[in-house]
């Protein structure tokens, strides 16, 4: 009785052990934020295009029915990281071929419009939400977010925070290559 | 040149350590004298050597050597010279050394100062060391060598992080790491006794003051990280449970724990196998805090770099020394003999109480802090485990504490005097209750915790007090007699009293901070008034100010209290360009009543910048201050029971019976 006693601290240790090999696995990332949404249906919504701006509204029913996979990235002009975000993405469309949809997040429409003409336009279309409900259907928990969304709306991938910086950009390559949201031949 | 010269002594303090870990150990089995007398040279060889490196990487960053990659990835020419001495324990790579360097110091301390300790046990000890140091200083050679150059070197650093140029921060982590570390060389006692399979009082007598040591500086390093949190963050709290936080705190915790079992250990010859344990798990606690901060295991706001290589070399190390040390305890401690008896009410039994009760609170933060990574491991799903589930079940434990720490002093050993105690303490219960229901009536209002809080706190002072007024019979004898007393009484007993006072104290500032506080958030243009706990704020506006290595926006807020000025406060927002990062300088207004605290930050949109507009944070938190002075108190308790008699002088000596009956009891 005495022994096992005193080899409880020994075995708690081991146990302790076993879970901090597991958890030191280089693929697990603490901080990542799992998105209930990946493999369910994309939320329907139907927003206006930004006031002022010719690009055309966007809705659910646009990013079902594509050739390819597309991505959806939520943007506003109020957010620093989306300004460095916004020249990594311009590069995906024209280098890539990437096709690329945006929901411009709670953005006064003037300040979105200023700020899509100083940077220049990559989006193929472009929703407002301006109430931040559909931010809401999405599960933002906050801006930019990324998304790659299957021909029948699925939704493939969740990118939060900024797509900028080597890993993070080799991350978000890797999830476009294997969604097959590229042209045959890009992204050499 | 100058780091090759380092990066050279980091090789030979290896050798030192290897030697050391083999050659007095093996000198101890076979009683060769010679070979035991190697470890004071090695000890003291090890931690010249060093502090040469650590010196030579000092000397890198206050010259802002560029082709040192550590340089250049910490420091940056313009960083005020405190920040850039400071900078060398920033990083892992640094912050490793310090860490090496505070191990290598217990341990030349130990070969040093332990003229009182025989040879054999002495031997086993400072092996024992250099076996830590052997892991840390290859894990530091091997995966993070702080003297790597780049070529070629870059015109500037990338800058220390701005957050952590501060002057308490710069302090923190050598304060906290001696408290860290400084329990290796209990572990190491620990390990050594168990090797010999004999635990006495001498061996606790000459554990002691290292414990102590250790925890005095652990407690200063919490402090000080806490305080800093406080007023450098911009959020107002002073504890957020952060796992970071909490490996800290869970040596601390264990650590009081073993001071106080190596008490009996040392008096009464009794809880052998416990302090043992205690002081394994104590370092093991250590070992998993630097273990947690530096793999990326878990989420938190402060980590070191993450590599997961680095985090496997340390689990390694952890696997060799708790799994190593636990299995030595599991296979030893059981023949260890038992020592005195005592009954269920008397000083004995209130230390085992108190050592449950920081036991089972260590548990609870250990359990909290991994849960999150247990879970995820078991079921996937991903949980963050946060303040709420630490104050459910950590508050009501520290409360059942706080009644047996009032209590505990007033008991004798063996066996106490149930009716003599009873009417000993019925005065304080009184008081205490009166003191509470003063505040219920004073304050109306707060949560109902914060009021039996109130009533832990008070008995704790009180009981604290009433005990030292009986050792020095205050007011029953001429007050020249109860002076003499107070000068008679060992420094170890005022300093108990001082620390469990430190503990009341520190408890009134935490229950006033977090029960009254009162917390406003504004968008501000200026001219806005804000009023908060009896003060009205006007935001004059924000101006542009150039520091040395930043820009800041710095709002003038003018505090008045009944039309009369109070005081200006200025609270910063600073961005630093080359760290691109940006910090919260918050202005605080400090009196033992309370703290008006005030922070500003960038708005929330550009639109609303135009107009001038500012969001300002501003808080009232009362008392918030006796934290502070209450952890002073424990550090000063602390030192004092350090500078006791019976560990300068008296030699210790392992008795040839236990002559613990001897001992007066305290």
């Known amino acids: 009785m005495k022994r096992l006693i005193a080899g409880l601290p020994f075995i708690a240790a081991v146990i302790f052990g076993g879970f901090f090999l597991w958890g030191l696995n280089p693929d697990r990332d603490p901080n990542e934020i799992p998105s209930v949404l990946i493999s369910q249906p994309a939320p329907a919504f139907d927003l206006d295009p930004v006031p002022g701006l010719e690009t055309p509204g966007l809705a659910r029913s646009d990013l079902v029915g594509n050739e390819r996979p597309v991505v959806v990235n939520v943007f506003a002009s109020w957010c620093v990281p989306c300004r460095a975000e916004h020249a990594v993405l311009t590069r995906f469309v024209e280098r890539e071929g990437m096709r690329l949809f945006g929901i411009n997040y709670k953005d006064k429409p003037e300040d979105a419009v200023k700020w899509l003409n100083d940077l220049g336009n990559p989006y193929e279309r472009i929703g407002s939400d301006l109430s931040g409900r559909t931010g809401i259907e999405w599960g933002l928990s906050g801006v930019p977010e990324t998304f790659i969304v299957d021909s029948d709306g699925t939704v493939l991938f969740r990118y939060v925070g900024p797509v900028v910086g080597p890993d993070a950009v080799e991350r978000f390559t890797q999830a476009l290559k294997q969604a097959g949201a590229l042209p045959n031949g890009a992204g050499s | ?666």
């Open chain 2, 1 to 666: 040149m100058v780091p090759e010269i380092g990066h050279f002594a980091l090789a030979l303090a290896l050798a030192l350590a290897l030697v050391q870990s083999v050659l007095p150990i093996a000198g101890a089995s076979r009683r060769n004298a010679v070979w035991m007398k190697s470890a004071q040279a090695t000890a003291i060889g090890q931690v010249l050597f060093v502090a040469i490196a650590f010196a030579a990487l000092m000397q890198a960053f206050i010259v802002s050597d560029f082709t040192v990659r550590n340089v250049v990835e910490n420091s940056h020419s313009l960083k005020p010279m405190l920040y850039k001495v400071a900078g060398t324990w920033g990083s892992h790579e640094g912050s490793l050394l310090l860490w090496i360097l505070i191990l290598a110091v217990f341990g030349a301390g130990v070969a040093w100062f332990g003229s009182n300790i025989p040879a054999e046990t002495k031997a086993r000890t400072l092996s024992v060391q250099a076996w830590i140091s052997v892991g840390f200083l290859s894990f530091l050679l091997l995966t993070s060598n702080p003297f790597e150059r780049v070529f070629p070197p870059p015109l500037d650093g990338n800058d220390l992080n701005p957050l952590l140029q501060d002057m308490g921060l710069a302090m923190h982590p050598p304060l906290l790491y001696f408290g860290y570390v400084g329990f290796s060389i209990v572990f190491s006692f620990a390990v050594a006794a168990l090797l010999e399979g004999r635990v006495d009082p001498a061996w606790a007598r000459w554990v002691r003051p290292w414990t102590l040591a250790a925890w005095v500086s652990l407690t200063a390093g919490i402090a000080l990280g806490s305080w800093w949190a406080y007023y450098e963050l911009g959020w107002g709290g002073w504890w957020f449970w952060d796992p970071v936080e909490n490996v800290s705190f869970m040596p601390w915790l264990l650590g009081t724990a073993l001071l106080h079992s190596a008490i009996v250990t040392e008096k009464r010859d009794a809880f052998k196998s416990w302090t043992i344990l205690l002081a394994i798990l104590t370092f093991s606690l250590s070992l998993l805090g630097t273990f947690i901060v530096r793999s990326g295991l878990l989420t938190s706001v402060h980590a070191f770099a993450v590599d997961p290589e680095r985090g496997l070399y340390i689990l390694g190390l952890l696997a060799v020394s708790i799994g190593g040390s636990l299995a030595l305890y599991a296979w030893r401690a059981p023949e260890m003999e038992p020592g005195g008896l005592f009954r269920p009410i008397s000083r004995e039994a209130g230390l085992l109480v108190n050592n449950l009760i920081l036991a089972a609170a260590t548990g609870t933060v250990l359990f909290g802090t991994l849960y999150p990574l247990i879970l995820e491991a078991i079921t996937g799903d991903k949980i963050s485990v946060g303040p709420p589930f630490f104050n459910a079940a950590f508050i009501p434990m520290m409360l059942a504490l706080v009644v047996f720490m009032g209590l505990g002093p007033f008991l004798s050993w063996k066996r106490a005097d149930i009716a003599g105690l009873l009417d000993r303490i019925r005065f304080v219960v009184v008081l205490a209750f009166i003191a509470a229901l003063a505040a219920w009536y004073l304050l109306n209002g707060g949560p109902i915790m914060a009021y039996l809080a109130i009533l832990g706190a008070a008995w704790l002072l009180f009981a604290t007090l009433r005990e030292w007024a009986l050792r020095i019979r205050l007011f029953e004898v001429p007050l020249a007699e109860s002076a003499r007393r107070a000068r008679n009484l060992p420094r170890a007993s005022h300093g108990m009293t001082l620390a469990h006072a430190g503990v009341a104290v520190l408890m009134m500032g935490m229950i006033g901070s977090t029960g009254w506080k009162s917390e406003e958030i504004v968008f501000a243009a200026p001219g806005t008034e804000v009023t908060i706990a009896g003060f009205d704020i006007t935001f004059e506006g924000a101006t542009q100010v150039q520091g040395p290595n930043y820009i800041a926006d710095r709002g003038t807020l003018v505090v008045r209290r009944d039309g009369e000025l109070v005081t200006t406060l200025f609270p910063e927002r600073r961005y630093y360009p080359v760290a691109e990062s940006q910090t919260t300088e918050s202005a605080i207004r400090s009196t033992l009543a309370g703290d008006l605290y005030t922070s500003i930050a960038t708005p929330a949109s550009d639109q609303v910048n135009n107009a001038g507009a500012w969001t300002l944070r501003i808080l009232y938190e009362p008392l918030v201050n006796l934290i502070w002075i209450g952890s002073i108190l424990l550090v000063i308790g602390g030192c004092l029971s350090l500078s006791d008699r019976r560990l300068r002088v008296g030699a210790p000596r392992r008795a040839k019976q236990p002559a613990s009956d001897a001992v007066p009891a305290e």
